[in-house]
């Protein structure tokens, strides 16, 4: 589970976060959607440990954020946008070595390998990571992120620029994970994957949330044909 009130965030005089606060509930893929310097990342980058707030707070699994970072890395996966493998290393010895450093055993690491790889269509885990297409590398960062089968995931646009055969992959992924039980924290400028995923969705624009509930909802008190067009009549009110 993921609580947050009150997140402030200040870069300078940029307010990027002005009091946010939302939960995201085991077994379910909550989404955070908002426009480009909406706050989305730096609201994932608190959640993540990588930055602090101001003032406010965030618990991960019941650990603060600021108080308990280092429990809360244990408990998250985190595909973040533009982050990659170790490229001279291959897939399979990334894995590794991400599972070595959350303490999984050798056999566990393994274990947990083959069920991922097949269901996510992995074939390629011998060969070294700066031989992979995008849509190939973004589903060993998958892997790599839920060696140590974390009960907290956060993934920030992990379909972007990602052809069809892979966006699938990586949806049925996230279904799977959704349905383990795990909490999802799904970030995407894609609305109709948004709509295709979310069981609920927060949407934040200038640092604040503007509006929040299902899909159906947010269309029903808009008044639109889909998640998209609500979300534009919301961030432009």
């Given at each position: 589970m993921i609580e947050v009130q009150n997140l402030q965030k200040h870069f300078g005089n940029v307010e990027a976060l002005k009091g946010v606060s939302f939960n995201c509930k085991s077994g379910q893929v909550t989404g955070l959607l908002g426009p480009n310097g909406a706050g989305k990342t730096t609201t994932i980058r608190i959640l993540s440990t990588i930055l602090k707030p101001?003032?406010?707070?965030?618990?991960?699994?019941?650990?603060?954020?600021?108080?308990?970072?280092?429990?809360?890395?244990?408990?998250?996966?985190?595909?973040?946008?533009?982050?990659?493998?170790?490229?001279?290393?291959?897939?399979?010895?990334?894995?590794?070595?991400?599972?070595?450093?959350?303490?999984v055993?050798?056999?566990?690491?393994?274990?947990?390998?083959?069920?991922?790889?097949?269901?996510l269509e992995i074939d390629y885990g011998k060969r070294q990571a700066g031989t992979y297409s995008k849509g190939m590398a973004q589903k060993l960062n998958l892997v790599r992120a839920?060696?140590?089968?974390?009960?907290?995931?956060?993934?920030?646009?992990p379909t972007a620029g990602l052809d069809v055969p892979?966006?699938?992959?990586?949806?049925?992924?996230?279904?799977?994970?959704?349905?383990?039980?795990?909490?999802?924290l799904f970030s995407t400028h894609?609305?109709?994957?948004?709509?295709?995923?979310?069981?609920?969705?927060?949407?934040i624009n200038l640092g604040s949330i503007v509006a929040e509930g299902s899909p159906e909802e947010l269309k029903q008190r808009t008044q639109s044909n889909s998640l998209e067009e609500a979300f534009m009549k919301v961030v432009k009110q």
């Open positions: 101001i003032s406010g707070s965030a618990k991960v699994n019941g650990f603060d954020v600021v108080k308990d970072a280092s429990k809360v890395r244990s408990s998250l996966g985190v595909v973040l946008e533009n982050t990659g493998l170790y490229r001279r290393l291959t897939g399979d010895e990334n894995v590794l070595y991400f599972a070595d450093l959350a303490g055993s050798r056999p566990e690491a393994y274990k947990r390998m083959e069920v991922l790889y097949k269901l839920v060696i140590h089968d974390p009960p907290v995931l956060i993934l920030d646009e892979s966006t699938l992959a990586v949806r049925t992924f996230v279904k799977q994970q959704r349905d383990s039980g795990k909490t999802v894609l609305m109709n994957e948004a709509e295709l995923l979310c069981d609920y969705v927060y949407i």
